[in-house]
T-cell receptor, first 109, second 115 residues
Framework: QKEVEQDPGPLSVPEGAIVSLNCTYS??????FMWYRQYSRKGPELLMY????GNKEDGRFTAQVDKSSKYISLFIRDSQPSDSATYLC?????????FGTGTKLQVIP | SQTIHQWPATLVQPVGSPLSLECTVE??????LYWYRQAAGRGLQLLFY??????ISSEVPQNLSASRPQDRQFILSSKKLLLSDSGFYLC??????????????FGPGTRLTVL
């Protein structure tokens, strides 16, 4: 079993939809959770960084962490074609950062 | 602000040829530096990380090596490339003086194709 599981997609949604991206994990040592956005043929860029369980909001983006269920989510409101990218979750504990494989999102105008 | 550069952006090399990819960081001193390889459907694979000049930790034994000749320069090398070395290579940095687990910021990447 992988430490971090992420549905690869692709996920296609119409412009303006609410998008939900998710990751599950198995390692209880993970304490810090991140979401990266990666455009095609570019390096990942950090979107959100959270530590505690609960929600963190930044503009149209909301990161949600449920440590009891070992489940994290990224919500995108009012999705735009410019949000089309691959979204990677990442988690770190005591030793290193572990990345999900990424979910490819396409927002259709 | 900090900036991370990688070059070349794209590289096509024959099997058995040598490799040298370079990464430099601006705007910070003594950053932690990382090399990752990203393959389709397999996520980011950590190859090497460094917490200082000349200090390299290898995460996965393979056909590659890394060096850090200067504080903000990180080089990924190979003496003889294999077909399986093809992929998207990413350099990243994190806050100096912290552990290797701190939040990482990525460069633009190098796409390597070995033929």
């Amino acid at each position: 079993q992988k430490e971090v599981e992420q549905d690869p997609g692709p996920l296609s949604v119409p412009e303006g939809a609410i998008v939900s991206l998710n990751c599950t994990y198995s390692n209880s040592a993970f304490q810090y959770f991140m979401w990266y956005r990666q455009y095609s043929r570019k390096g990942p860029e950090l979107l959100m960084y959270t530590y505690s369980s609960g929600n963190k909001e930044d503009g149209r983006f909301t990161a949600q962490v449920d440590k009891s269920s070992k489940y994290i989510s990224l919500f995108i409101r009012d999705s735009q074609p410019s949000d089309s990218a691959t979204y990677l979750c990442a988690m770190r504990g005591y030793q290193k950062v572990t990345f999900g494989t990424g979910t490819k999102l396409q927002v259709i105008p | 602000s900090q900036t991370i550069h990688q070059w070349p952006a794209t590289l096509v090399q024959p099997v058995g040829s040598p490799l040298s990819l370079e990464c430099t960081v601006e705007g910070t001193s003594n950053p932690n530096l990382y090399w990752y390889r990203q393959a389709a459907g397999r996520g980011l694979q950590l190859l090497f990380y460094s917490i200082g000049i000349g200090q390299i930790s290898s995460e996965v034994p393979q056909n590659l090596s890394a060096s850090r000749p200067q504080d903000r320069q990180f080089i990924l090398s190979s003496k003889k490339l294999l077909l399986s070395d093809s992929g998207f290579y990413l350099c990243a940095w994190s806050t100096p003086g912290r552990t290797s687990t701190d939040t990482q910021y990525f460069g633009p990447g190098t796409r390597l194709t070995v033929l």
